[in-house]
């Protein structure tokens, strides 16, 4: 996000949450004064959940919430060590990834019967956000937010190459030829004598520009690039979506987009991995090294709005051979079990979850809440700063996205499935190497 339009949207939405009346008050916490720990990992989001902790204390001045922000490799680092420590937050963002690990080991309240006796109404959240932190009947977490993913190119690069907007939101995949998203990318793409990939005498070895920048640090899942096109292509990662102990790495459907995506890396449209940039996928993109990617909606104002330096827009993901599919996750609040204070960690939980907190975070536009009211309020920031959102929105209104899967041993199926993916996109034999990690992923479960 450009530093100026993140200050005046998040001071708006700090000033909405400190008007906020609490939904989770009630009677003061047995033993006098509570202080909670909460931890999250966004810097840029920090700013809007103390807002909420300032709003929520006023309305329950006898509980003070303690904010820690940490990167997000760090964050899962000092958490493990906390735990293990048995001094963790109280209550913690907790992603999908690492769910089923903490509920198996017993690290989270269970928060079936307090969620029961309030008067949550799941119906006000986004469909299917509330069902996924819900485990062997037990809720474990109320919904924070959404996201999903959309393509982001640069459009002077486009409009040169003779594409507008509408051709760009309809391209379409195959891993056969690669479609007319094939042929965008290659058009995209510039060699230092100028010449695009369409060109016979496009010089592979002297790019200056590629037309796609591949996500290689994703784990498991490929939110951020191959796992959208695989599943347009008809891969699934199992035939569980909540902790599965089979797996569909070594498919047809996904050696096939790795296959072509090798081909393309290989041709010097996309750079192979041992020759990206260390400095990460909004410098090259924000450079013109790169020209185009696929980017998730909370890095929407980072891109695009009135302080861009580089005019880039997003699109929908391209259409495949089982149509458009977008990868879409979402976050939630938990519990830690071994709290002091679990009923005022729940009083601060809920309240994270309330319409008053949600609406206030959403008025800063910088991710979508899972209130359809915090979403709501998000689309109208966005709109009014010149952030155009309509390429995640309407996959999302149109049933064009698939959730991530809830993995059991996460870290390890990430390692695995991510060392291949980075070893194809260096050259390594497609089938062989994602053969070879759903073997040692299914290992894992036997």
């Not at 339009?5 to 998040?10: E, G, K, Q």
């Not at 510039?190 to 005498?201: F, K, Q, Y």
């Amino acid at each position: 996000m450009k530093r100026t339009t993140a200050v005046a949207l998040l001071a708006t939405a700090s000033v909405l949450a400190l008007s906020a009346c609490s939904s989770a008050g009630g009677d003061d916490a047995a033993g006098g004064e509570v202080t909670l720990d909460y931890w999250l990992w966004d810097d840029t989001q920090l700013p809007l959940y103390q807002g909420c902790a300032d709003a929520f204390h006023e309305a329950n001045p006898e509980i003070t919430v303690k904010l820690t922000q940490t990167g997000w490799a760090q964050y899962w680092q000092n958490l493990s060590t906390q735990i293990t420590a048995g001094t963790a937050p109280d209550v913690f963002t907790n992603q999908i990834s690492y769910f089923l690990q903490f509920v198996e080991t017993n690290q989270l309240l269970d928060l079936t019967d307090r969620v029961e006796a309030s008067d949550i109404d799941f119906a006000d959240f986004k469909e299917g956000l509330a069902d996924r932190w819900v485990y062997e009947g037990k809720r474990y977490g109320l919904p924070k937010d959404w996201d999903t993913v959309a393509y982001l190119y640069d459009v002077p690069a486009a409009e040169a190459a003779g594409y507008s907007a509408g051709d760009v939101a309809a391209l379409t995949w195959n891993p056969q030829d690669g479609g007319t998203f094939g042929e965008f990318v290659k058009a995209l793409t510039l060699d230092s004598a100028g010449r695009t990939g369409l060109d016979p005498a496009f010089d592979k070895g002297s790019v200056v520009r590629y037309g796609y920048y591949p996500e290689w640090g994703d784990g498991a899942t490929g939110q951020n690039g191959w796992g959208n096109f695989a599943h347009s292509n008809g891969f699934t990662y199992s035939d569980e979506d909540v902790a599965p102990t089979t797996f569909n790495f070594d498919s047809a459907p996904l050696v096939e987009t790795m296959t072509w995506i090798q081909q393309m890396i290989d041709g010097g449209y996309m750079p192979a991995f041992d020759s990206q940039s260390t400095l990460g996928t909004e410098a090259v993109m924000t450079s013109g090294t790169a020209a185009s990617t696929i980017a998730g909606s909370w890095m929407a104002s980072t891109y695009v709005g009135p302080d861009a330096t580089v005019d880039l827009a997003f699109a929908p993901v391209p259409e495949g051979p089982e149509g458009r599919t977008a990868a879409t996750n979402g976050l939630s609040d938990v519990i830690w079990s071994g709290t002091k204070h679990p009923d005022e960690a729940y009083r601060w939980v809920e309240y994270l979850a309330s319409a008053e907190c949600q609406d206030a975070v959403g008025s800063a536009g910088l991710i979508f809440p899972a209130r359809s009211s915090g979403t709501d309020a998000a689309m109208a920031a966005r709109e009014e700063a010149g952030i155009d959102s309509t390429a995640f929105v309407s996959v999302a209104d149109d049933g064009e996205t698939f959730m991530l899967p809830a993995f059991n041993r996460a870290a390890e199926v990430n390692t695995a499935v991510q060392d291949a993916m980075q070893a194809i996109a260096q050259g390594a034999d497609p089938q062989q190497r994602l053969t070879e990690a759903n073997d040692a992923v299914e290992a894992l479960f036997q």
